[in-house]
């Protein structure tokens, strides 16, 4: 990742964060991993690199997924004839069963001629062989679903442009439609029915992305109240860029190609192979995830950092256990018969802790939650003012025509008060008691 990042002059975090969704695309169709006896994670991730136009985003994306790209064209070639041999047959048995049917009608044929003529064309149809497909941009949900089925349940969306909100919203059929993103990160079972078309049944659906979009498509996305009051928001990990635009290196030194070459190997690999099953946790691991599930609950409380952003908080430990099985996956030959080590979860426990700090970054820059941003502006204005006391009626004059009414300051300047920032006291003047604001002076 550090020579993709110096040869496209990126950030590394953004090679970083889309290389987990690498690993999660390459594994999500076969493996699982324990963290006690009922609680299972998928290997599915929802990757995203957040930064602004000009960023090179589609050169990471591109560098990442090309050995997938390759793989999934060479597997769509080997088995092309296979595919058509599946297509012809199941139509030929169709056109069967409608001859059969019409000889029926004509009493030249046996109801049991009917039936078997039946039960054949189903059977072709329940065999038949799809184009190989990895990775997936444009879809709607509906179509994405008809992929996953004809996929054994698991596909990849890769998008350098972040088009898949917008279809998320309803660019194609004016409503919002999440089902499939929420329960295929879940791998809870999908079953969609619909009128005039077959219904799909997908047992274990598993859906990775890997996503690099503008700030402001973002910001876009944490302004929708259904995506982030149906908990799609916490699902995703984020990575916030910094921009290196006017330091760029204008003449960096590209990716060595041994690097190129072991990075193909490694993920044709892992494409190519057949094992699966599910991945558990040595005794030492395991105490490591149970000490790091015990630091995240208390950052989710209400003095705890993670408070007002707990859809993605109460995820962190589950993202944690996805990232420490991938990295097995990938160092490890027989991942399923040899438990995860403690150095793996502490690398893990190492990723998660630098995906939330990101994931901090941004809801605040996405403005995830309306009252801690009010506050941040409620604090400047503050900030401005200056001294260590303010009259609730003078601080509302100096926020008037941000705030339309008094009490609509009130949520902001309850943060700042829960935070520590401000204390609010009633002070006696003769008449009307005056609310002040007392800044804390630290």
Known sequence: MEALSTATQTPPDMAGVLSLGVLAMTAQSRYMVQATQDWLEPLCLYAVAVAPPGERKSAVIGALTRPAIEYEAERRTAEAADVAHSKARASALEKAHQATENK???????????LNAAEEAEQARSELVYPYRLLVDDATPEK???????????ITVVSAEGGIFDVMSGRYDRGTNLDVYLKAHAGDPLT??????????IPNPRLTMLLSVQPDVISGVMSNNTFRGRGLCGRYLYAICTSKVGHRDIDPPPVPDSVKGAYRATIRRMLADQDGGTITLSPEANEIRRAYQSHIERRLGPDGDLYTMRDWGGKCVGAMLRIAALLHVADCPTPTATPIPAEIMVRATSIAECLAAHAQAAYGLMGGDQSQSEAKYLWRRIQAHGGQEISKRDLYRLCKGHFRKAEDMEPALSTLSDMGYVREVNVSTGGRPTTKILVNPL
């Open 104 to 114: 029926f009608a004509n009493g030249k044929a046996a109801l049991d001629d009917v």
């Open 144 to 154: 994405l679903v008809d992929l996953m089925e004809q996929q054994g349940g698991c």
């Open 192 to 201: 969609v029915d619909r009128i005039g078309r077959p219904p799909n049944h």
